[in-house]
């Protein structure tokens, strides 16, 4: 094998797929990168055995072969290489030779047979969907996937497709996100994403509108993203009944300024750490939101008015999942809805129903202010 190919080029997708490449594996070829030279482009793949990267670039290739590289080394060599260009070639025992400019590496590689084989998805159902859309649905509800897992098919995105709508679900005990956005045609279809996953496809999203194709099989799903294809297994198990879980009814409505609402959040929590944990206080009453926190290194006090119908309410919540769903609502202002101090909070946009989140309350203790 040996191509010339252009460094910068080689350096992005040597970055993008490294990402999802095993550091710690009984597999050696699994912590590397499959290089293979074939049709004009070189190919590289990344892959832990549930979550896999490709990518094509251009490259003149001189004689096509395959080999697996160190993904740590290889990367470390070829963002510190000199020269604009690139040549790699393979000999008989699997010896590398990188050069660029004055730089000449040898490194041993692996035989390109010992790399597991990506799975392949037969009689997939086939989505394309507007790739800025995607993104913006991933990027709101992400930050509500669980962490842990105790329940391991919410350690993923629900994703529910029926006709003419697509809505994306994350829950973890503590909150709720969900993301619904009008799209034409598509089949019923209900699956889970890994969050893993999802964190990968939302880096390699661009902003533009380019269609994104999704190929969703019994066990996998495949993201195509210009030159990339994100493959992975989809979670098993029973979902949250979402529904079940979002209160119909509510006592208090409050439309604040998400700014206004962030900001005093933020400065009242510059008294919460690791350490030192303590919920937020709000009181919404006439027309006011007053903001407090107390810890054992003090306390805040903070305020911003915002229109309000219906009961006062003296509520407590995490200062992080708070803040998660105010700066993931993407809209200037925001329609808060209560039903006593008890009850999770619904955080919705001002106008429509775009997105819906929600976060649990946090039991306050009375000598806490």
């Not at 190919?43 to 004689?63: F, K, M, R, V």
């Not at 006011?288 to 003296?314: L, R």
């Amino acid at each position: 094998m040996k191509i010339t190919c252009n460094k910068q080029e080689l350096v992005e997708a040597v970055s993008n797929v490294q990402r999802v490449v095993s550091s710690k594996t009984t597999l050696a070829a699994l912590e590397g990168i499959l290089l293979r030279a074939e049709n004009g482009t070189l190919q590289l793949c990344g892959y832990d055995l549930e979550l896999g990267i490709t990518t094509t670039i251009p490259a003149s290739i001189e004689q096509e072969g395959s080999i697996i590289l160190n993904a740590k080394l290889f990367g470390d060599i070829v963002r510190r290489v000199p020269s604009d260009t690139l040549t790699l070639s393979v000999d008989e025992k699997m010896i590398t030779n990188i050069v660029s400019g004055v730089s000449d590496f040898s490194i041993v590689g692996i035989a390109a047979e010992e790399y597991p084989e990506l799975p392949s998805i037969s009689g997939a159902s086939q989505i394309s969907l507007n790739g800025s859309v995607l993104k913006s649905m991933i990027r709101q509800t992400l930050f509500a996937v669980a962490d842990n897992d105790s329940k391991p098919i919410h350690t993923g995105t629900l994703f529910e497709m029926e006709e003419n709508s697509l809505r994306l679900v994350s829950v973890d005990g503590y909150r709720l996100a969900m993301r619904t956005e009008a799209i034409t045609g598509g089949e019923e279809l209900h699956f889970v994403v890994p969050g893993k996953t999802l964190g990968e496809v939302l880096k390699l999203l661009p902003d533009s509108e380019d269609p994104v194709a999704l190929s969703v099989g019994r066990r996998h799903i495949i993201f195509e993203i210009g030159r990339y294809c994100v493959i992975s297994r989809l979670l098993d198990g029973e979902f949250l009944d979402y529904n079940a879980a979002i209160p119909k009814a509510f006592t208090t409505e409050v439309k604040a300024q998400t700014r206004s609402f962030i900001d005093s959040v933020e400065r009242v929590s510059l008294l919460i750490t690791d350490r030192l944990k303590s919920p937020v206080r709000c009181i919404f009453e006439d027309g006011e939101v007053k903001i407090s926190c107390a810890t054992s290194i003090g306390k805040a006090n903070d305020e911003f008015m915002a229109p309000m119908e219906g009961e006062n309410v003296e509520i407590g919540f995490n200062n992080r999942y708070l803040l998660d769903a105010l700066r993931n609502a993407d809209s200037d202002e925001v329609k808060i809805q209560l039903n006593g101090a008890l009850s999770p909070m619904k955080v919705l946009p001002r106008e429509g129903d775009s997105f819906l989140f929600l976060v649990l309350p946090v039991r306050l203790k009375s000598n806490e202010n």
